[in-house]
Structures are given as C-alpha cells and as structure tokens.
Nanobody, 127 residues
Framework: VQLQASGGGLVQPGGSLRLSCVFS????????MAWFRQAPGKEREFVAR??????????SYADSVKGRFTISRDNAKNTVYLQMNSVKPEDTAVYFC???????????????????WGQGTLVTVSS
C-alpha cells in the first residue's frame, strides 16, 4: 500500500484548505482511512477517520477540529480528503494520512493501530 498526501501550504487564520491522500496497491474500500497531525515538539495526534462498511460511511473527529474539519472519501478515486475550514494557528502541523485494512468495520483513533502512512504534508496557519 502506498499513500500520497498533498494539499498543504500556508493559510491565514479563518481560511480554508483541502488535503488529499491518494491510496494505491490494494482494494481501497475495506480500508479505514485517517488523518493525524504532528506539531513541532508534540506527539502525533488523531484528527479524523472514515470507514466504509456495507455501503455506509462512518466518521469521527477529534474534539479540537469537530465542526471545522470534514473528512470524506471517494472510493472510485481511491482518495480521502480533509476539508479544513476556519483554521487556527494551533492547526499548524504536518498532516499525515493513514490506512488499515478492516473488512469488519472495526476502527481506531490510535496511531499505532494503523498499518500504512503517507509522507506528510505541512499546513501552516499564519497571518
């Protein structure tokens, strides 16, 4: 499995940004996809995850981004997105996409649960 993240950059506080992560190498549909982030000097933290099981999507978010960020996936394009709205300086971090095969729909918000990781894309929120 390979994950290629993109879309990071410099954005002003209150602005928006959309991250993308392209998945390749396996059948995408059974994989739980997630976004994590890591700010300088801090541990990697969960941002959002999305699963697709029996035709239904299920998402969850960290409290710090709930209501501002939206995770989505396009199974036809093997891509997961993170729409970031109303960004704050504390959202500055390297954002990583992650994946784990979960045919039964079991999910997790713990980084060590995920099997595969993308290379990260830097998001800087600053005026």
């Amino acid at each position: 499995v390979q994950l290629q993240a993109s879309g990071g950059g410099l954005v002003q506080p209150g602005g928006s940004l959309r991250l993308s992560c392209v998945f390749s190498g396996r059948t995408f549909n059974s994989y739980v996809m997630a976004w994590f982030r890591q700010a300088p000097g801090k541990e990697r933290e969960f941002v959002a995850r999305i699963s697709w099981n029996m035709g239904n999507y299920a998402e969850s978010y960290a409290d710090s981004v709930k209501g501002r960020f939206t995770i989505s996936r396009d199974n036809a394009k093997n891509t997961v997105y993170l729409q970031m709205n109303s960004v704050k300086p504390e959202d500055t971090a390297v954002y990583f996409c992650a994946a784990k095969n979960s045919p039964t729909g079991v999910t997790s918000t713990t980084a060590r649960w995920y099997q595969y990781w993308g290379q990260g894309t830097l998001v800087t929120v600053s005026s």
